[in-house]
């Protein structure tokens, strides 16, 4: 069985409205999030093989605190084809991952991250794991799905979870 996991960056600051996009930091309240999810990574064992992060600068520091977080170092693909990206950009980057991978982990933006998680909430989902996913998908969420077959024949999944800060602790 393979596991996909879309977290969403934490938190970014608007301090300085000069900054490019791409460019933004994180808030303090995103780095605590963004550390937050590694450790809930780290404590249910939901370890990637491989992470693929948007290259804007609030994406890679979400992944570098929440790594940190990690008793592993999995192999990290920073790419600009992900910022910005629709949830058809998404799932193609994620067809596009080693058939050995059984554990991917994507870190973007919406609305096309929340928008891929949508869409591949098939059947067989998580009662509370949907409704939480419908009623928003915050920065820092993370969605679990889990799936049998490969990655190019990624379309629907089971949601197993979607976890946001906020109820968490």
Known sequence: MKQLLLLRHAKSSWD???LDDFDRPLAER???AARLMGRELAARHWLPDLVLVSAA???RDTWRLA????????????TEALYGASAKDILNQVHQA???CGSLLVVGHNPGLEDLAKQLAGSGSETKARKRLDEKF???ALARFVFEGGWPGLSVARLTHCLRPKDLG
């Open 57 to 59: 600068l609030r994406t």
């Open 30 to 32: 995103g780095v605590k």
């Open 138 to 140: 915050p920065t820092s």
């Open 98 to 100: 080693d058939a050995p």
């Open 67 to 78: 790594a940190a977080e990690l008793s592993t170092h999995p192999r990290s693909a920073f």
């Open 16 to 18: 300085d409205p000069d």
